[in-house]
Every structure is written in C-alpha cells, then in structure tokens.
C-alpha cells in the first residue's frame, strides 16, 4: 500500500474512527488505529507484539482491529465490491475473452479455507483436517474481486457454498442482470448464455461450466479443459494475492470465528482497494502451465441444456484452435495440434 492509498484510507474512515477526548486522557488517533489494524494484517503478527510495538493494552488493540475491521467493510464495500451490472458483466466477459481466449465467461470461482483455531470436531473442522471459515470468491481477470461470501463451515463444500450464496440464488431467481446469450463467432446453431466457470467440485449448470471428467479424454476435450483452467486460474492465483499481501492469511487466526470473519471481510476490500490504486500490470504475470489429471467421471452430470452449452463452447473453441485465432503459447499445446493436424 502506498502513502498516498494510506491517506485515502484513513481520509475515508477517520469520521467513523474518531473518538472523544476526556479529562482523564487523550483517545487514539483514527491513523494510529488504521496502522496499528493494517500491522496486524499485512504482518501476521499477534496482538502482544503489537502491544509492544505501539505501547497498547491487548484489549485496546484487540477493540481497535475489531472496529476497523467492521469500518472498512461497512464504509469500502459498496465502492470496493459494487452490485454487478450488466455492463459490468459484459466488461468481464471481454477482458476474459481477450486475456484468457475464453468466451462468454462472468468469472472464476472458487472457495478458500482461511484456517482458524478452533476445537476438533466442531462445524468449522474441514476434509484437510483443520478448522476453518470459507471465503468464496468470484474473481474477474485483473484479479480482483467480483463478489464474495464469508464465513461458511470449514465442513461445507464449495459446491453447497456457491449453490446457498446470494449471487447463484439472484441468478437462479431471475433477478441478476445478466447479459443476453449470444451466438458464438463461427456458430449459427445456438445462442450460448453467459457463465462462470469452476472445477470439479461444482455442478455443471448452463451458467456454470465445468471441465469434462475422466483420464481417458480426447485431445480435443484435452485442449477443452486447459482453456478452462486457464480462465480459472485468476481465482486461484487472487488468493495467493491476497495472502501473501495480508499474511494473516500465512497463520491460523487464533480469534473467534465471527472475528476471523470480519478479518476476511475487511482484507478482501482492502485487497480491491490496493488493486485499484497500485497494482501491477496483468501482462507481468501470465504463465504457462501444463495439463493437470482429472478425476474419473463415470456419469454426466447438470442435465442435457448445461451439457449441450458446454459442447457448443467446446466446438467453438476447437473451430477457433483449426483457424489459428488462439493464442497459441503454450508448447505442449503447439506440439498437440501438428501431430493430430487440429
């Protein structure tokens, strides 16, 4: 974060901060609270080296990163993560079309397990073996964040996360300003909506695309499921964003876990927020990764309309790969096409 982002910052929130002087002592200043709160964030450190470091009480810091937590989310939210609209939508899309040669993608989705000390055996002990809070995320392709939801059960999936949120339930009600389906460049047949895509863990809906399963795909479905990973790749690559700028993210939180969750909320506009005013460029960090396996699938699943969306993407992306409008980086890829002449 720069000093001129600090200042802003504390420009922002300094209303919500300031406290009242009294004869027995002097309250702390909104910019001694916003660092003593963005130390604890960005170092990882604890409350008694802050209580060192700044000569607080540890229930003083413990207050002060508590309502700084609550401010930033309550004051940045609506100007760091707004309501999506159709525009916006369509923006999306295009620079996902453009970035990662993707069409008619929304987002990339994903959950994170943000670990937190907890008891063994409560709601919050996940599959990995710890406890935890999920942080689900909706990522564009400048690696900030569209939408989020906090504070899930570590013992939920992502998929049952993504199905009870807010977003997918607008979408399912209707009430989500999508962009209108559109015909794909080559295809006549049908109008393909728009959509988010996700791994293996999600279910397959005609807004939500999954790689096809199974080790035994052909090259075609091969290729397929690497442009996919490719545009799902920004949400894997946003969390390593944002924990290692916010290295609370590199311990387990030792706070209750409605406090770890308000941490979650506030380093996610503040990750939104840094990105906007000093982030790099998005052309300094693509890389070329291999094929990964996939799981086995023995059945298909999502029901015949996601199935045929996802066919139809997946013939258009192989049309695109015969007439060379593909980016074409990868090595592996390049090899592929000459030896089964794609």
């Known amino acids: 974060m720069s000093i001129a982002s600090f200042h802003e910052l504390n420009h922002k929130l300094k209303d919500v901060l300031q406290r009242q002087d009294t004869v027995m002592r002097d309250c702390i200043e909104p910019m001694q609270m916003l660092a003593v709160a963005i130390r604890y964030l960005a170092s990882g450190c604890t409350f008694t080296d802050l209580h060192y470091t700044y000569r607080l009480g540890l229930t003083t810091i413990s207050n002060i990163v508590r309502d700084m937590c609550l401010a930033i989310w309550n004051v940045l939210r609506l100007e760091c993560l707004p309501e999506p609209t159709k525009q916006k939508w369509e923006g999306i899309a295009s620079t996902f079309e453009k970035r990662a040669n993707f069409p008619n993608c929304l987002g990339a989705v994903d959950g994170k397990h943000v670990r937190i000390v ?38 939920d999936c992502d998929s049952s996360i993504f199905k009870n949120c807010s977003l997918w339930k607008s979408i399912l009600n209707g009430e989500q300003e999508l962009p209108e389906a559109k015909f794909l460049p080559g295809m006549t047949n049908k109008e393909v909506p728009y959509c988010f895509v996700g791994d293996e863990a999600f279910a397959l809906h005609q807004h939500f695309l999954r790689p096809f399963g199974g080790h035994n795909l052909t090259i075609t479905k091969r290729i397929f499921n690497y442009r996919l990973s490719r545009a799902r790749l920004y949400v894997e690559c946003i969390f390593g964003i944002l924990s290692n700028k916010w290295r609370i993210f590199h311990r387990a939180i030792n706070l209750k876990p409605d406090f770890a969750v308000n941490i979650v909320k506030a380093c996610v506009v503040l990750h939104n927020f840094v990105r906007e005013r000093g982030g790099y460029k998005i052309e300094d960090t693509f890389t070329v990764t291999g094929l990964a396996e996939l799981p086995e699938a023995t059945v298909v699943r999502g029901g015949t309309a996601a199935n045929d969306i996802r066919n139809i993407i997946y013939m258009q992306i192989i049309l695109c790969q015969k007439s060379d409008q593909s980016v074409g980086k990868c090595q592996i890829f390049n090899k592929i096409i000459k030896k089964y002449d794609l």
Do not use: E, H, Q, T
């Open 118 to 155: 907890n008891p063994v055996g409560s709601m919050y002990y996940n599959y990995k073996g710890y406890s935890s809070v999920v942080l689900m995320a909706v990522a564009d392709s400048d690696y900030r964040f569209i939408y989020v939801n906090v504070g899930s059960y570590g013992k």
